[in-house]
């Protein structure tokens, strides 16, 4: 069975800085997904970042950009020039063929003035 | 392009007592996701579902929980009886392709449990 950790239950940092999510997990697929989605206090996920496990690039979106180490296993997010509005959790997720989607436990980020 | 829609956002009942929940998916949305989040941890998948056919259930509890997917657009999620541990926040999403994965899901609001 697919599993999905973050090992980060919590981290902060300050406005302006770069900060890195750390997700890792485990799957016997060769072709899959990965997401980072972003819940702020008002519950609704939002997606923040996805990375196609066939594609070597790392995925780029404006200041969210991933490192994807297929080996390894491992998919880590990293936000440049953090802004408060990025204060949220953030999960990572897994979707394996047939779109069954599995989180991660999440990281609580807070971004400080 | 609408949202998915979920009712009612907050519900609170009594252990042992029934209750249900409602999903609209995003128009032309073949693949509906149920899944429960408990508070500080990640959602759990409770059921997905492929047009109006279950995709995988393994991880609901089947003897107290119920969904269905009539005509395969909207979903009702149901407990019976519910119980403390049921407190959570139930999500609902929705995607677009059934074979394709280069697809995000798309998450309504959620609706907050509490059972006392």
């Known amino acids: 069975a697919q599993t999905v950790t973050q090992s980060q239950p919590e981290m902060s940092v300050q406005e302006a800085e770069t900060v890195t999510l750390s997700c890792t997990y485990d799957?016997?697929?060769?072709?899959?997904?990965l997401f980072w989605y972003k819940q702020p206090p008002s519950r609704q996920m939002i997606l923040v970042i996805r990375?196609?496990?066939?594609?070597?690039q790392n995925a780029t979106e404006n200041r969210f950009s991933v490192n994807f180490q297929k080996a390894a296993k491992s998919f880590s997010l990293k936000i440049s020039d953090s802004q408060l509005g990025d204060t949220a959790m953030y999960f990572c997720a897994f979707m394996k063929p047939g779109g069954k989607l599995i989180f991660g436990q999440g990281t609580e980020l807070s971004v400080k003035p | 392009e609408a949202g998915v829609a979920q009712s009612p956002r907050y519900k609170i009942i009594e252990k042992r007592q029934s209750v249900a929940f409602w999903c609209n998916p995003i128009?032309?949305?073949?693949?509906l996701y149920w899944y429960q989040q408990i508070l500080g941890q990640g959602p759990k998948l409770l059921i997905q579902?492929?047009?109006?056919?279950?995709?995988?259930d393994s991880q609901l509890p089947k003897d107290r929980f119920s969904a269905e997917r009539l005509k395969g657009v909207d979903s009702t999620l149901k407990i019976q009886p519910a119980k403390l541990e049921d407190s959570a926040v139930y999500l609902c999403?929705?995607?677009?392709?059934?074979?394709?994965?280069?697809?995000?899901?798309?998450f309504g609001q959620g609706t907050r449990l509490t059972v006392v």
């Open positions: 990375q196609e496990a066939y594609k070597q």
């Open positions: 999403a929705s995607r677009p392709t059934p074979k394709g994965m280069n697809t995000e899901a798309f």
């Open positions: 799957t016997s697929e060769n072709n899959y997904y």
């Open positions: 579902f492929q047009n109006n056919g279950v995709v995988d």
């Open positions: 128009s032309g949305h073949a693949t």
